[in-house]
């Protein structure tokens, strides 16, 4: 009866958390990081549960994510495994986005892009700024602050979804993506 009753609750603990402390996560495909706690704070006035979550790359950036939000934990993603991340790749590749002359269009299309999330897609974009960048060496071409805030919020979504799971260091990353690539 009494081991019976600690089942029925460690069941309804499990029901509440889809995340346990340890887990790694991918929160708004914009990073990697680890729960490293659950646990009740007052933020805002108000007490909630919390899962926190800290980047793999930054121990000094954290993350609270309310425990109750359904919204905001169906954020927290698995981490890719190199099956998919090399789906992802190929699959950018054949969706070679191309410059957008008009800067009030090309920013609102970047900043859809970043938003949506597809990695896919945030992947192309990466691959459209650095071959824009690879052609700039022959002419200079003007860019914008926007471009450039664009160009890094793909980087780092890029870096680090593919080089935790894969087991790279960040700078090792295009090398795999360029290799995985030129096989196809």
Do not use: C
């Not at 699959?91 to 090309?106: K, L, Q, V, Y």
């Amino acid at each position: 009866m009494y081991i019976e009753s600690i089942g029925v609750r460690l069941l309804k603990i499990a029901e509440k958390y889809t995340h346990n402390i340890g887990d790694t996560v991918v929160y708004r495909k914009r990073g990697t990081y680890r729960v490293t706690d659950i646990k009740e704070q007052k933020i805002a006035g108000i007490k909630k549960e919390y899962y926190i979550l800290t980047s793999v790359y930054d121990s000094n950036s954290s993350v609270y994510v309310p425990v109750d939000s359904q919204n905001l934990t169906s954020m927290m993603e698995s981490v890719l495994t190199k099956e998919e991340i090399d789906t992802i790749i190929r699959s950018s590749e054949n969706n070679r986005m191309t410059w957008i002359e008009n800067t009030a269009e090309r920013a609102e299309y970047l900043d859809e892009v970043i938003h949506s999330g597809d990695l896919s897609q945030v992947l192309s974009l990466l691959m459209m700024f650095i071959l824009r960048k690879e052609s700039s060496d022959k002419k200079p071409i003007r860019t914008f602050a926007r471009d450039e805030k664009a160009f890094a919020a793909a980087q780092k979504a890029v870096l680090e979804a593919f080089a935790y799971p894969l087991g790279l260091k960040k700078d090792e990353v295009m090398p795999y993506i360029y290799e995985t690539i030129s096989k196809k």
